[in-house]
């Protein structure tokens, strides 16, 4: 895949939300569904977006929330938007993380090396970061399409 094909669907992320991120059921590739709007003023219609970075050979998530955030969001009622609206710490239950600063292309590492040269096809890094969580993957191809509301990805088939 081209870089700056890569670069520019990336970009595309920028300032929108990530509503699900994770090894599809197969567990070869990741996918990150994005909601993607727009100011309604441009009558672009929003849509759910699935980023599916294929031949995915590592993922690393880690928090963004800092540790004083965490220790007051251990209250169980802050999983669920209605009772958690109301109490402090991060509520977890509003299901979204906004993609802020975004998704990045890394530089060629070490590791993307290995992989291309074991593989014989082209490998890239991404860092893709949101308000509670940092991802990192590693894989050759990146797709994206529209998928309906509701996209269930770990529905069995």
Request: aromatic content about 12%; glycine content about 6%.
């Amino acid at each position: 895949m081209d870089a700056a094909a890569l670069e520019h669907m990336l970009d595309e992320t920028f300032d929108h939300a990530v509503v699900h991120h994770g090894y599809t059921n197969y567990m070869r590739d990741y996918e990150v569904i994005v909601y993607a709007t727009a100011d309604p003023r441009t009558g672009i219609t929003p849509s759910h977006l699935r980023y599916l970075f294929r031949y995915c050979v590592e993922a690393r998530c880690e928090t963004s929330v800092p540790a004083e955030t965490w220790r007051v969001s251990l209250d169980d009622r802050l999983i669920d938007h209605e009772t958690g609206a109301d109490l402090d710490g991060y509520v977890w239950g509003v299901k979204w993380h906004c993609l802020y600063p975004g998704a990045k292309l890394l530089p060629e590492s070490e590791a993307t090396r290995r992989w291309s040269n074991a593989l014989g096809i082209d490998f890239h890094e991404v860092r893709i970061e949101t308000n509670a969580h940092n991802l990192t993957l590693l894989f050759s191809d990146l797709q994206v399409t529209e998928v309906p509301v509701g996209y269930a990805p770990f529905v069995a088939e």
